[in-house]
């Protein structure tokens, strides 16, 4: 597997930029280097966001399921505007706030602190995952900026999310 960043020993023995509070050689590194796949949906977010904050577009290539619809186009491009993306962004913490599993599909409501330029860019995602045989695959998401949602996220649920998706 080609990786765009390999991490480096102080990289691995930092707080892992998912938010768990294990390091990140511990939690998100081992699914980035393709030692093991994410358990279950909420950790394959927490991958995921991980690797934003980290720089790895070949995972997030990798764990987009076959139906998102990315995967309909030349994947050199995307990896391109996803280092174009990362490279603008700074990524301040991840918040999972709900989660739905049903069989190989699930649901997790989370909220995303991302900073452009020193500007709040932060938002609530509610994302779709499906088992793929392999492992959990991202398929989409509904994304709200942070700032039209009138509520605390920690009363965010899936069920609430709809009314300000709507």
Do not use: N
Request: charged share 25%; net charge positive; hydrophobic share 35%.
């Amino acid at each position: 597997m080609t990786r765009d960043v390999r991490p480096g020993t102080g990289t691995l023995s930092r707080p892992c930029p998912c938010g768990s509070g294990r390091s990140y050689r511990e939690c998100c590194a081992p699914c980035h280097l393709g030692d093991r796949e994410a358990p279950d949906a909420v950790a394959l977010m927490r991958s995921r966001y991980a690797a934003f904050a980290v720089g790895d577009t070949a995972y997030l290539w990798r764990t987009l399921h076959m139906g998102h619809i990315d995967r309909g186009r030349d994947r050199d491009q995307v990896l391109r505007e996803l280092k174009v993306t990362i490279h603008h962004h700074r990524y301040r913490g991840l918040q999972i706030l709900d989660s739905l599993q049903s069989g190989d599909s699930a649901s997790v409501l989370f909220l995303a602190k991302i900073f452009e330029a020193g500007v709040d860019r932060s938002f609530v995602e509610l994302s779709d995952f499906l088992h793929d045989g392999e492992g959990w695959r991202y398929l989409h998401g509904v994304a709200i900026p942070r700032a039209r949602i009138s509520v605390p996220p920690d009363e965010l649920t899936i069920a609430r999310f709809s009314s300000f998706a709507s």
